[in-house]
């Protein structure tokens, strides 16, 4: 039964994609041999009415194929029942494939919400769909995404997940609510740009961009949710067609769908670009961007196919019908209306899009994939530039676009005006004048020439510009070269390139301030602070962004070698290893020296708990201790080292520690017991360093991956070893 529920679904969503001319045609071949899947599927068109096309723009074709599935498997609702620790409260909503409810975490006493798919649909592409979803939200971990936070199966064995429970407005309805204005719809929008560039980084293409699954919280934060249609990209997905992953239904909601996926074309991270153009859009103008007569599915994919959508300037100055939030009552749009929300005045609001908003949110609606915004990181950072009055990187069509869509329009009549011209020439040539006007000519192109090297010297500086202010210090330096003449040519460049190539040679920057040879680095958590020590006898502080000395702490007897300096995780101390067995720890915005510990040699690494709660010395004497930051209590002391140690590092989780030592191996420490875990072993000379998998597990529990993430040296001769030992700093 669940076979042919699933042939029936797939042959239904292809069908209805017909004319009703062509359905019988296509369902006699298609259900040859199965009548019983050709009286439900007639049964279904029958029926299938005005429905699908109320639905056809709001939802995907594949949620529309599944609702209509599920109208025949009317269940009782979950209300009351248990899924695990969950309560179900109530139900938060529904879609073709799947249903939300309202459920109570018994163990946490919070509120969550739990996905799960409709009984009568668990055909392999609605599984394979829900599984893939499942999958995505757990690689996915991003303040303005909703998190995934648990799954497991029902009793009558329906998958569900578990995610955290929103309580929001749709991003257009909450800016409504709100009534704001530009400046802070786009500051909105490009915090879903931030969460959707980080699913593709993910290598996760969203595909279903819209309203509904972005969700804006009272407080103002932002979540986008709802990732099952979403792609994932790799090496076997990146090339393959959008309509290959279900029969003739493809997986998009209309109204936001890019012209590549209504023409079942290759799905890229630019079909999201496009979809966020349509919401910037309609975010800042109340309107879609292409105006219909009808809601004809035909009218629809053709208008996003071949209609050039009105500026956003111009779309807010037209009067226009749109479907109610109910979806029955028809609503008119007013240029008054539509500015009572926004901007307070009709002409205010079109001044604010004209101009550099016409063309950013018209750039990222292009008809063609690599016309748009190469990425969504791109597209938020044209917004920011233009929120900070610099100039954009969108702009009017070039000449030479334009002149090639003319002469594809106008191919017999470009065809004629050619043989013209060539018959002209053709006369020309044959007069006495010939030689004189190929001289012009010449003397002309010469003159063209000089004037076109003159503009694209001018281009690429601005482009060299553009990359140094943006921190692209290669790309300037790249255009910059490009503009040294070649034997024979002039020299073009002036004093601003000689400028430029100053200001790009001095953009990296030197941190001044240590007297002594510096030998362990570390950024602050934020990533606005670098701290050093030196042998100077002080712990250095400097602002990373301008290179400017913040504060110098004493470390009394030389600050040590190695990894021997530490931010705490919150940023707010300082720790430091010394030369005379000390580790100190002050504070950072005061200075002041909060603690020290002592071993009884140098301590030539230190390392905070992830929670910054403890801290971890190894010194000269082969030990590793552990001290409680707030009290300076001595936790623990683990001995087994041999000789001197090298470095100590934290796991992820703060239940394992990791030291390495100049005895050859690396030790695992268990931090609740004091116990060791394991030695590994397999060097020849010192382990200077070792690190944790970013997933948390330890070497020790991966004993072939943790050559990969130690560090040591290869065992020199008696001289050498004694020189590099003899060089090591104590």
Known sequence: MRDQDQRVAEAFAAAAELEPEEQALFLARECAGEPSVLAEVQRLLASDGQVAANRFMQEPALEVTARRMADEHIEETHVGEFF????????????GMGEVYLAEDTELGRRVAIKLVKSGLKTREVLRRFYNERQILANLQHPNIARLLDGGTTEDGLPFFVMEYVEGRPIGK??????????????LFRTV??????????????????????????????????????KLLGPAQSQQPAGVTATAVRVMTPDYASPEQVKGEVITTASDVYALGVLLYELLTGHRPYRLKSRAPHEVLQAICEQEPDKPSLAVTRTQQVAGSDGARPVTLTPELVSQTRDGHPAKLRHQLAGDLDNIVLKA???????????????????????????????????SYRTTKFLKRNKVGVAVAALVL???????????????????????????????????????????????????????????????????????????????WRLTHERSRALLGATNTVFSVAFSPDGSKVAAGSLDGKAHVWDAATGQLLRSFDAQAGVMNG?????????????????????????????????????TGGVVSVAFSPDGRTLATAGDDHTVKLWRVDTGEEVATFRGHTERMALVVFSPDGKTL?????????????????????????????VLGVAFSPDGKDPGDHRQR?????????????????????????
């Not at 695990?84 to 879609?95: A, D, F, K, P």
């Not at 008809?367 to 929120?387: C, G, I, N, T």
């Not at 290669?474 to 004093?495: H, N, Y």
């Not at 030291?659 to 030695?679: I, M, N, P, Q, Y």
């Open 365 to 399: 609606l292009r008809k063609e994939p690599e016309r748009r915004y190469a990425s969504v990181e791109q597209f938020s950072e044209d917004l920011r530039r233009y929120l900070g009055g610099f100039p954009v990187l969108a702009h009017q069509d070039a000449l």
């Open 422 to 500: 060539l018959t002209l020439l053709g006369g020309i040539i044959a007069t006495t004048a010939q030689r004189n006007r190929a001289e012009q000519q010449r003397l002309r192109a010469e003159k063209d020439e000089y004037a076109n090297r003159q503009l694209l010297y001018a281009a690429q500086l601005s482009l060299a510009y553009q990359a140094w202010e943006t921190a692209n210090v290669g790309r300037a330096l790249d255009l910059l070269e490009a503009q040294r003449p070649k034997p024979g040519e002039e020299d073009l460049r002036g004093f601003e390139w000689y400028l430029l």
């Open 174 to 187: 909450y800016a409504d609510a709100h009534q704001l204005p530009t400046t802070a719809r786009l500051k």
């Open 658 to 686: 990791a030291s390495a030592s100049f005895d050859h191996t690396a030790k695992l420490w268990d931090v609740a017991s004091g116990s060791e875990r394991a030695t590994l072993r397999g060097h020849s000379w010192a």
């Open 563 to 599: 990894y021997g300096i530490a931010f705490s995780p919150d940023g707010k101390y300082l720790a430091a290893g010394c030369a005379n067995g000390s580790a100190l720890i002050w504070e950072v915005e005061t200075g002041k020296l909060a603690r020290t510990f002592t071993h």
């Open 706 to 730: 943790w050559r990969d993430q130690t560090v040591g040296r290869s065992k020199p001769s008696q001289d050498r070893d004694d020189s590099r030992r003899r060089n090591y700093p104590n």
């Open 84 to 95: 695990g620790r969950y309560e179900v409260l109530g139900l938060i909503g529904e879609g």
């Open 193 to 230: 740009c931030g969460a959707v560039q980080y699913a593709h980084q993910n290598l996760v293409i969203h595909r279903d961009l819209k309203p509904s699954n972005i969700l804006v919280t009272e407080a103002g934060e932002v979540k986008l949710l709802d990732f099952g249609i979403a």
